[in-house]
């Protein structure tokens, strides 16, 4: 029993060398040599350590780690789960995704009976054609995390309508967005795209006040960073979501946020989203 922890200790540092590269194949062949004979002062004056521990800090670098997708390991290549293995797929594929795409159907049915009506005959009463508005799209949301069997867990307080305040969130997928849409009407702010995209952009998103932004264009930033400040001061607004990090993370590490969300005057407020990985890794890697 006393030798438990140190075979713990053991296995958990082999599993950390196992992660960690082999620094050999990114050095020159002879960089690295055994000392033969008698210590000379050129062994002594051998700069190969510390070479070869700069060529790890390059090589281990924890930033590229934030942008790594963790594959699953198999888990069903044995007798007793293979034929478990195989009913599971018969469920999901066959009872499960159809029940989901059924779901999602009926939930754009009754959005867009809603939405279109409402976002065309109540032009004349802005003021609720916004608030219907902001209803229906926290259904579509709530409809999408419906068809996904989704179980959100929230702490803290609801976000509510106030002036001065700006809501910043770490980002690891696309679907960051529908999941804390369905609990509030955010405005967030997003690259502008054509086609489909750019039609739902400008029509639903644009009713819960979404500011878009297009990189191609020099004056650009000033035009957004006035818009965000104009979004901020009304205290009718949805409340204003950023993703400062500008990129999605695999939500096992943050990297440094961009400092415009920090510069409105207002007060920040933070919002961590965490995912199970045990069901899904909803880590969006836009490389692949």
């Not at 992660?19 to 990114?26: A, F, I, K």
């Not at 799209?137 to 069997?149: K, M, R």
């Not at 009304?234 to 510069?263: Q, R, S």
């Amino acid at each position: 029993m006393a030798n438990a922890p140190d075979n713990k200790l053991t296995s958990s540092s082999s599993e950390l060398d196992l992660d960690r590269p082999n620094l050999e194949d990114y050095l020159p062949s002879g960089s690295m040599q055994e000392p033969r004979g008698k210590l000379r002062l050129r062994d002594l004056l051998d700069i190969s350590p510390t070479l070869t521990e700069a060529a790890g800090a390059i090589v281990d670098d924890s930033f590229t780690r934030c942008f790594k997708s963790n594959p699953p390991e198999p888990w069903n290549w044995n007798v007793y789960l293979f034929p478990l293995w195989c009913l599971g797929v018969v469920i999901r594929y066959g009872i499960l995704f159809p029940t989901r795409v059924l779901v999602l159907t009926l939930g754009w049915i009754i959005f867009l009976s809603s939405f279109i009506p409402v976002h065309f005959l109540l032009k004349g009463n802005d003021k609720l054609r916004k608030k219907l508005e902001r209803c229906l799209v926290e259904l579509i949301c709530s409809f999408f995390v419906a068809s996904w069997t989704g179980v959100v867990k929230y702490h803290g307080p609801r976000p509510s309508r106030r002036p001065k305040q700006v809501f910043v969130a770490n980002h690891t997928s696309m679907i960051d967005f529908i999941v804390l849409e369905q609990m509030t009407a955010f405005a967030v702010i997003m690259q502008k795209h054509p086609g489909w995209v750019g039609l739902l952009q400008s029509t639903i998103l644009e009713s819960v006040g979404c500011i878009w932004f297009n990189r191609t264009e020099a004056k650009d930033r000033e035009i957004v960073a006035r818009k965000l400040r104009d979004h901020v001061q009304g205290a009718d607004n949805n409340p204003l979501l950023i993703f400062p990090e500008g990129t999605c993370v695999n939500n096992h590490y943050t990297v440094m946020f961009k400092k415009g969300a920090f510069e409105l005057g207002c007060t920040v407020c933070p919002i961590a989203i965490k995912y199970n990985k045990i069901f899904v890794d909803a880590f969006w890697n836009s490389k692949k």
